[in-house]
């Protein structure tokens, strides 16, 4: 039979316009929160971190969204670039446990 | 800092052979993650190591994979027999003590024909 996938959920900007990337999570104990960038044939770049404790925080040229209670995850690159074009990893660590649990994948992609 | 270490970069072997993947963490760390990644499952997590032992293996497919630790600077993970559905993106992942945050190397690109 046919092999599917996953369907990446796929996201096209403009250069130089912003990008918000979503993600939702399912276990209300989850008390932080990760994303991850990744380039083709190279392995997931940390970007920023979020803890349950907050709801908002700010990198260069990214910010981060928590809203606990629809459980959802954002991630916003200000100013977007060429070189911002990649797969977003949004992952969650649960309670004491020391792992990461990865979402599915936004496929970003940067139009000149 | 080297980072993560991951060899080989690409590994190309026939069904029912030994593969053995290896993962230098970055010095310091005291976890140590395998992860897989394909398209049809995404990034999923094999196994992890806390100061070498094994903590969670409930990832590892079967008894066909297999992980040591037996060191705090060297990891491998290890198929036999491989076969054609064991091809994917392996990653190995290092995580310091006192952060949440891992530090992934840069995979291991496996084929079994």
């Known amino acids: 039979g046919e092999s599917v996938g996953l369907h990446l959920p796929t996201l096209s900007v403009q250069e130089g316009d912003n990008s918000i990337i979503n993600c939702a999570y399912s276990?209300?104990?989850?008390?932080?929160f990760i994303w991850y960038k990744q380039e083709s044939g190279k392995g997931p770049q940390f970007i920023i971190d979020?803890?349950?404790?907050?709801d908002k925080r700010q990198g260069q040229r990214v910010t981060v969204l928590l809203n606990k209670t629809v459980k959802h995850l954002s991630l916003q690159i200000a100013a977007t670039q060429p070189g911002d074009s990649a797969v977003y990893f949004c992952?969650?660590?649960?309670?004491?446990?020391?792992?990461?649990?990865f979402g599915s994948g936004t496929q970003l992609t940067v139009l000149p | 800092d080297a980072g993560v270490i991951q060899s080989p970069r690409h590994e190309v072997t026939e069904m029912g052979q030994e593969v053995t993947l290896r993962c230098k963490p970055i010095?310091?760390?005291?976890?140590l993650f395998w992860y897989r990644q394909t398209m049809m499952r995404g990034l999923e997590l094999l196994i992890y190591?806390?100061?070498?032992?094994?903590?969670?293996d409930s990832g590892m497919p079967e008894d066909r994979f297999s992980a040591k630790m037996p060191n705090a600077s060297f990891s491998t993970l290890k198929i036999q027999p491989s076969e054609p559905r064991d091809s994917a993106v392996y990653f190995c992942?290092?995580?310091?003590?006192?952060?949440?945050?891992?530090?992934f190397g840069s995979g291991t690109q496996l084929s079994v024909l």
């Open positions: 992952a969650e660590k649960r309670g004491s446990a020391r792992q990461l649990t």
């Open positions: 010095s310091g760390h005291n976890s």
């Open positions: 992942a290092s995580q310091a003590a006192t952060n949440e945050k891992l530090f």
């Open positions: 276990n209300s104990a989850s008390d932080y």
């Open positions: 979020i803890r349950s404790n907050m």
């Open positions: 190591f806390n100061n070498n032992v094994p903590i969670d």
